[in-house]
Nanobody, 123 residues
Framework: QVQLMESGGGSVQAGGSLRLSCAATGSTGTMAWFRQFAGREREGVAAIGREGSPTYAEFVKGRFTISKDTAENTLYLQMNSLALEDTAMYYC????????????????????WGQGTQVTVSS
């Protein structure tokens, strides 16, 4: 059983930065960040496998960086150059196995989810 706890969300002006954290208990093979807009299904933002290779959605490349502190079993998402359209609830997700790269941003593949943290970007 894996438990995930996100933190670091909040309000920021457009162009600003936030760093999300996800503390995990238990062993994980793949971890990821998803976000969800009201009335829409969750979309993959970034993922990282146990081997350390990141995968990013096209809309965040160059702006967001995913990383993992293996010793602390904590996942991070550094978000820079935030835009109004980044406003969403952000979720941490985990799978016990190392997922193939093409599957890492598919929310249906993930078993464990955190409660989410809200990110609001204002003008």
């Amino acid at each position: 059983q894996v438990q995930l706890m996100e933190s670091g969300g909040g309000s920021v002006q457009a162009g600003g930065s936030l760093r999300l954290s996800c503390a995990a208990t238990g062993s994980t093979g793949t971890m990821a960040w998803f976000r969800q807009f009201a009335g829409r299904e969750r979309e993959g933002v970034a993922a990282i496998g146990r081997e350390g290779s990141p995968t990013y959605a096209e809309f965040v490349k160059g702006r967001f960086t995913i990383s993992k502190d293996t010793a602390e079993n904590t996942l991070y998402l550094q978000m820079n150059s935030l835009a109004l359209e980044d406003t969403a609830m952000y979720y941490c997700a985990a799978h016990p196995s190392v997922l193939w790269y093409s599957l890492r941003l598919q929310f249906l593949k993930y078993i464990y989810w955190g409660q989410g943290t809200q990110v609001t970007v204002s003008s």
